[in-house]
């Protein structure tokens, strides 16, 4: 079955950029019909959609964000990236990459990532 | 944006008794998007109902979904041990998901 597994590094330093990686296992991204998202959770709070990347390459992320987020792909390595640039403490997280398909709900999720943004 | 408020914030039961959980939505929501989660303390969250109603895969029927328009529910008939934790409502709208502040179902 479909895994997701994050990997990144856990402290990033204040103005910088968080890069984070999901490896896909057991499916393609490039399966037509399924959409490869990133969710954050903050420390004992909700979940806040970041984004996701379609199979064509399309991405669309949550506004909030004001343009700080890409997400990119590697198909021949059946990854996909999220980079968060000028994060600040307010970006502390629990990262997690996710799948949605045609019902729009996120069925298949990573274990998750945290990352403390911190000097 | 279309805000989802969840209530109770929450809620003292056994095991074995019945939960009952609330979804609002600021705005009206197609029954299509809307998706309800369970999240166990340091997991991910799980998906348990989608299209309002309809149980993902592996869920037992011990859960169910309803609702139209604004207001949704999420019921578990009989709690298991392994159910005491935050439920989360989903809705997509707009290009965008936003998910509900969650719901915790303690002992």
């Known amino acids: 079955q479909v895994q997701l597994q994050e990997s990144g590094p856990g402290l990033v330093k204040p103005s910088q950029t968080l890069s984070l990686t999901c490896t896909v296992s057991?499916?393609?991204?490039?399966?037509?019909?399924?959409?490869w998202s990133w969710i954050r959770q903050h420390p004992g709070k909700g979940l806040e959609w970041i984004g996701y990347?379609?199979?064509?390459?399309?991405?669309y992320y949550n506004p909030s964000l004001k343009s700080r987020a890409s997400i990119s792909r590697d198909t021949s390595k059946n990854q996909f990236s999220l980079k968060l640039s000028s994060v600040t403490a307010a970006d502390t997280a629990v990262y997690y990459c996710?799948?949605?398909?045609?019902?729009?709900?996120?069925?298949?999720w990573g274990q998750g990532t945290m990352v403390t943004v911190s000097s | 944006e279309l805000v989802l408020t969840q209530s109770p914030g929450t809620l003292s039961l056994s095991p074995g008794e019945r939960a009952t959980l609330s979804c609002r939505a600021s705005?009206?929501?197609?029954?299509?998007?809307l998706a309800w989660y369970r999240q166990r303390p340091g997991q991910a969250p799980r998906l348990l109902i989608y299209?309002?109603?309809s149980r993902a895969t592996g869920i037992p029927d011990r859960f169910s979904g309803s609702g139209s328009g604004t207001d949704f529910t999420l019921t578990i008939s009989r709690l298991e041990p392994e159910d005491f934790a935050v439920y989360y409502c989903?809705?997509?709208?707009?290009?965008?998901?936003?998910f509900g502040q969650g719901s915790k179902v303690e002992i």
């Open positions: 996710a799948r949605h398909g045609s019902m729009y709900a996120f069925d298949i």
């Open positions: 057991g499916g393609s991204i490039n399966s037509g019909g399924y959409y």
């Open positions: 990347i379609y199979n064509t390459g399309s991405s």
């Open positions: 705005q009206s929501v197609r029954s299509s998007y």
């Open positions: 299209g309002a109603s």
């Open positions: 989903q809705q997509y709208s707009g290009s965008a998901w936003t």
